[in-house]
Every structure is written in structure tokens, then in C-alpha cells.
């Protein structure tokens, strides 16, 4: 019988919300923004932690990047991305010395670096742990869950597009979240159309197509909410969100 973990540097989070994708440049770190965004709006305190290692945007997206991360006696401070000190953020984009400098890493020290973001990040408490992964089912996500798993209840949001490609992509990861017994809370169709900021007429696929036949899959009837991401809530991050191009297929979020 393994031994229980030290809460440690998790002990006052809450729930923990890893956003996958079998699939690259569906939108999971936009995802991953806007849901911390929303729940900060709703007066949750946030965190995120990018463990997209060779691609870590979030910084960029909040524009906190170039901000330094300090230590303390339980270890890393997270960078604070508004005044509230309400949504906090760790990435290894604040730990580069240059912002163009690739990650070239074997998947050991990529493993270790996300085990030491898990246990070295002092947090404090949180009602949302966030966590925004790289596309795929690669060691970089057995290291998250196998990390993340024995501090708290997880829970998945897998992120698809519409297009044939990306959802039998998002199928095997749905396979991978059953396999590694991680539940799915949500899925998320991104990129469904686009709506006009003018004339508000929506172009493109027809909505649900991708998200509606996964959401079957996932055992239990998902609801459609396109109301996910709170409408204006982030203006400098997607003006057009506020008009919603995309469609939610979830169950409710914990409290």
C-alpha cells in the first residue's frame, strides 16, 4: 500500500482541473486562461500551472511575461497577475533567460521539472488549480496526473475543434483519461466559427459538431452551455469572445 502524500505546498487547494487535448493548437492554453479568468469573475481564487513545457504561452496571454519568480521558505512564489493577488501563475517561461529560448529537453528532466512545480510552488489557498498540459499522451502527462493524483480530487477538460482530425486526436485522449482513471467534468468544442464583430452572422462549421459525438463517449450525457467563459471578461484577450463562437459540453464544475 503506497504511503499517503504530504499535503505540503497543495494542502489549501480545492480542486484541480488538468485541460487536455490529444491534439496541438486546438486552444487548450486559451482554455486554460479564460476558465481561470471566469472563476476568478464568479470570486474564486486561481491558480495555473503551464506544464506545456516547449510551448508556455500563458505568460504572453495575461501579459505577465518577463515577470521574475522569487523564493520563499516553502519554496517558489507563483507570479500574481492582478492586484487582488485572485489568479496566480507558474510557467517555465519565467524561468528563461531569454523569451525566444527553446526548451530542449529529454523527458526525465521534463518530468522532474513538473514534479517540482507540483511539490516547490507555494500556493496558498485555492479553490482552482488549473493546469494547462501540452497536446498529446506523452511522459510530460503521466507526470501530471501521477504528480497531481494523491493531493486531491482531478478532473479533466478536454479541449477539440470541430475538424475530423483534431476529434479522432481527442478520442484517444479520452482513452488515456480512462486508462489512467482521470474523470472528465467537460469537454470543450473550440474554434466552432466565426462571428463577425460587425454584423454578428456566424460562419463555419456547424456548432457541436465535433463536441457532441465525443461527449457520448464519455459515459454520461454532457450539456451543451455556451456560457462556460464569461462573456467580456478579458477583453484584451479575445475581443470577439464576448459574442461566443464556441459550445461547452460539461457537467457542473465542483463548487
Given at each position: 500500500m503506497e504511503a499517503a502524500a504530504e499535503p505540503?505546498?497543495?494542502a489549501?487547494?480545492?480542486h484541480i482541473i488538468l485541460v487536455l487535448s490529444g491534439k496541438g493548437g486546438v486552444g487548450k492554453s486559451t482554455i486554460s486562461t479564460e476558465l481561470a479568468l471566469a472563476l476568478r469573475h464568479t470570486g474564486k481564487k486561481v491558480g495555473l500551472l503551464d506544464v506545456d513545457l516547449c510551448g508556455p504561452s500563458i505568460p504572453r496571454m495575461l501579459r505577465v511575461q518577463g515577470r521574475a519568480v522569487h523564493q520563499c521558505d516553502r519554496g517558489w512564489l507563483p507570479v500574481f497577475v492582478d492586484q487582488e493577488q485572485g489568479i496566480s501563475l507558474m510557467s517555465v517561461g519565467f524561468l528563461l533567460e531569454k523569451p525566444d529560448e527553446a526548451v530542449v529537453w529529454r523527458g526525465p528532466k521534463?518530468?522532474?521539472?513538473?514534479k517540482q512545480f507540483v511539490s516547490d510552488v507555494a500556493w496558498g489557498?485555492?479553490?482552482y488549480l488549473v493546469v494547462d498540459t501540452p497536446p498529446g499522451t506523452s511522459d510530460e502527462h503521466m507526470a501530471a496526473?501521477?504528480?497531481l493524483r494523491p493531493y486531491g480530487p482531478l478532473g479533466a477538460l478536454v479541449v477539440t475543434?470541430?475538424?475530423a482530425v483534431s476529434v479522432g486526436d481527442?478520442?484517444?485522449?479520452?482513452t488515456f483519461c480512462r486508462k489512467v482513471g482521470l474523470r472528465v467534468i467537460g469537454l470543450v468544442e473550440n474554434m466552432s466559427g466565426f462571428v463577425c464583430p460587425h454584423c454578428a452572422v456566424s460562419r463555419g462549421r456547424p456548432r457541436g459538431a465535433g463536441g457532441q459525438p465525443l461527449s457520448s463517449r464519455v459515459g454520461r450525457g454532457l450539456e451543451v452551455d455556451p456560457h462556460l467563459c464569461v462573456p467580456g471578461v478579458h477583453p484584451r484577450l479575445l475581443p470577439g469572445r464576448r459574442r461566443g463562437a464556441g459550445q461547452t459540453h460539461r457537467s457542473a464544475l465542483p463548487g
Open positions: 505540503g505546498n497543495l489549501g487547494v480545492r521534463k518530468n522532474a521539472l513538473i489557498p485555492l479553490d496526473v501521477d504528480a475543434t470541430p475538424q481527442v478520442r484517444r485522449e479520452l
